[in-house]
């Protein structure tokens, strides 16, 4: 699965997040974010990841900025294991790797104008000179569909699209490589959501950006990615292209998310696959497949052993101990 041409590669990445338990807190537990994931990204490309909320995708991403710092495994950008980064090298690859938050709100300083709320980040990358900064902050600007005027307000000002635009714009103030885009439409209208999306399509068209797209609406997957990594419990359970995994889900959870998504269509009928029960707590996931306490499936080695993430047929990974969907 790993390619030497991929921008970013994780090999076996692990994050367990301590904490402290009992009367006088002398107990350590581990929350087990993420186990093990190995996966690449393709430069240009939009890989999508999709899950259920609780299942790591949001620590997957910040692993990869190094905003959280993995417990094991590799993070190579370029080639390059940037683990043995130093805060001067990461500063500077901070230009090459960005992200758009989830919330447009929180996400920007509401005491800040939207001139220095972009223009800090180049001030802090070395570009002192304000007239410059001031150029290329409306460059930004104009890309993402504002205008000069809004230079001076705050963000309360703004909508939520357009809070959304600004922190667009932020991402891509030193032309970065890869942008990870976590939930970046979720709290937006479904109109407003069409407009982001394109904007980051064209975007992507004109810079050549690599996008990880953090998401838990498979419409938006359809609609952007190239192609999609299912993740459960901390673990990629299956990797394909787009087409391949809508039209052939090969896990049992892959195929119980395609038929929780609404079809927009009064008429059409499809089976609805209902999980039973939650899922199971990282501080102590269960033995074997993680999935296997909800799946219909489950056999006996399921119980015990790990699946891994093999090829099933070209370029679709799946981990799972059936033979076929």
Sequence with gaps: MGSPQALVQLKRVT???PMRKGFFLNRIEYVRAIEGVTLDIRPGETLALVGESGCGKTTLGRLILR????????????????LTYDKTRMRALRKKM???????????????????????????????????????VLDLMRMVGLQAEHLSSYPFQFSGGQRQRIGIARALAFEPKLIICDEPVSALDVSIQAQVLNLLRDLQKQFGL???????????????????????LGKIVELAD????????????????LSASPIPDPFAKKE????????????????????????????????IETPLLLEREAAHHVACFRESA
């Design 15 to 17: 994050k367990h997040f």
């Design 67 to 82: 905003l959280e710092e993995p417990t094991a495994g590799e993070i190579l950008f370029e080639g390059e294991n940037i």
């Design 98 to 136: 960005q992200i758009v938050f989830q919330d447009p709100y929180s996400s920007l300083n509401p005491r800040r104008k939207i001139f220095n709320i972009i223009g800090d980040s180049l001030l802090v990358q070395g570009m002192k000179d304000r007239t410059e900064r001031e150029a290329r």
């Design 210 to 232: 690599t996008y990880l797209f953090i998401t838990h609406d498979l419409k938006v997957v359809y609609h952007i990615a190239d192609r999609v990594a299912v993740m459960y």
């Design 242 to 257: 787009k087409r391949t995994l809508f039209r052939h889900p090969a896990h049992p959870y892959t195929q119980a998310l």
């Design 272 to 303: 609805r696959i209902l999980l039973q029960g939650d899922v199971p707590s990282p501080i102590a996931p269960p033995p074997g497949c993680a999935f296997h306490t909800r799946c219909k499936h489950a056999m006996d080695a399921c119980h």
